[in-house]
């Protein structure tokens, strides 16, 4: 009997946690950068705008997220990423906020 209830104690604690858990995405998006300064001003906006888990990688500029879809979205982290001023693969950060960065961190632009 006891380990019935032990059973189904753990089966309601596992179903509690996924489906809080439901709405987890991930993404990995390409963002413009040269160093250490740009992957926290990039990291610092995303989970600004409500990423859990931010990673940007200095030599792919591979970005790769994590968020709660029912709190923000993709559109949401690109569009903070862009004000810090930095450009992602799709969208360009207006020049008064590329120009904002340090001389070292304006890196080179298509
Ligand atoms: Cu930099």
Redesign the pocket.
Known sequence: MKKIKLILVIAITLFAVTSFAANKQTATILVN??????KSRIETASKKAGATNAFWNEKSHQLKLEFDADKTSLTKIEESILKAGYDTEKLKATDKAYKSL?T??QYERE
């Not at 950068?33 to 740009?38: E, K, L, P, R």
């Open positions: 950068g040269n160093c250490d300064m740009c340090p070292c961190c």
